[in-house]
């Protein structure tokens, strides 16, 4: 379960980017984030995975206290949540196969088992035939569903996916739109921040919407709500 009350985040050049957060999202379900460039999304974003740390108020992930999480324990915290980025970050000269692995080694996984989560998790995306391939000779879709295996390859409760459809062209993103569903069916909460119209009005979720910092609008099977 994911609760925020009352967050505000003030970055250390002044800029407040939220404002009084209130927000319960529990276990296993999907939630798109919208709103204006600038509105505190990433920011909302990046608090659940402790990329950043709130200024005021209360952040409970999977019953840790984001405010008195010491340091040494974020690895934990990360070990729960996976994250998918709009532009991927693959490290460019590992193949498919070892950019996943990498994930599992870093939490020390025992060697034996990495072999099959891997291959396990690129069955599911669909990419066993490319394990050998670097991120350069895949395609924008291809280089996302290695992203999404790696942020799922240690089965994580909450997968966060920040514009993970952003670089993709619309057939592809109804792709990746496929594989989360897939993974948020099995029970994982998926929270994505997006701007595309077409995916929020089609594929019906929960939709919370932030505008200078504040969420206006929290609905179930809500419209993405803007023009662009
Ligand atoms: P969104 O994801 O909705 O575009 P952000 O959370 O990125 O919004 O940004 C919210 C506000 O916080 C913006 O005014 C942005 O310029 C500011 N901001 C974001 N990150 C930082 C940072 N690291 N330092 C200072 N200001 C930031
Ligand atoms: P798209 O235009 O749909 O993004 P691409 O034309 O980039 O896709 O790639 C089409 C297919 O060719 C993909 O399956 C990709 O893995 C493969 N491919 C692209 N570039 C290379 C390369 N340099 N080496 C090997 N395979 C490649």
């Known amino acids: 379960m994911i609760l ?15 404002n009084g957060i209130n927000v319960e999202i529990e276990q296993g379900e999907f939630v798109y984030i919208v709103g204006p460039s600038g509105a505190g999304k990433s920011t909302f974003i990046r608090l659940m995975y402790r990329e950043a740390k709130a200024t005021n108020g ?25 994250v998918v980025f709009q532009d991927f970050k693959l ?17 020390e996984e025992s060697p034996r088992n990495i072999r099959k989560l891997v291959m396990d998790v690129l069955e599911l995306v669909g990419l066993k035939n490319k394990a050998r391939f670097i991120p350069d000779e895949l395609s924008g879709g291809e280089q996302q569903r290695v992203s999404i295996a790696r942020a799922i390859v240690n089965k994580p409760k909450i997968v966060i996916a920040d514009e993970p459809t952003g670089n993709l062209d619309p ?17 994982t909460t ?38 662009i």
Do not use: Q
């Open 190 to 227: 998926i929270i994505m921040a997006t701007h595309s119209k077409e995916i929020v009005n089609t594929i019906k979720k929960r939709v919370i919407a932030i505008e200078d910092g504040l969420i206006v609008r929290d609905e179930h099977r809500g419209e993405y709500g803007y023009e």
């Open 91 to 107: 490290l460019p000269k590992l193949s498919v196969y070892e950019n996943i692995a990498f994930a599992l080694e870093v939490i």
């Open 171 to 187: 057939d592809t993103s109804w792709e990746i739109m496929k594989i989360l569903e897939e993974i948020n069916s099995s029970g």
């Open 58 to 82: 209360t952040i409970m992930i999977n019953d840790l206290d984001m405010s008195s999480l010491k340091e040494k324990k974020v690895p934990f915290l990360r070990r729960d949540i996976g």
């Open 4 to 18: 925020m009350k009352d967050v505000h985040k003030t970055y250390p050049n002044g800029v407040t980017a939220l």
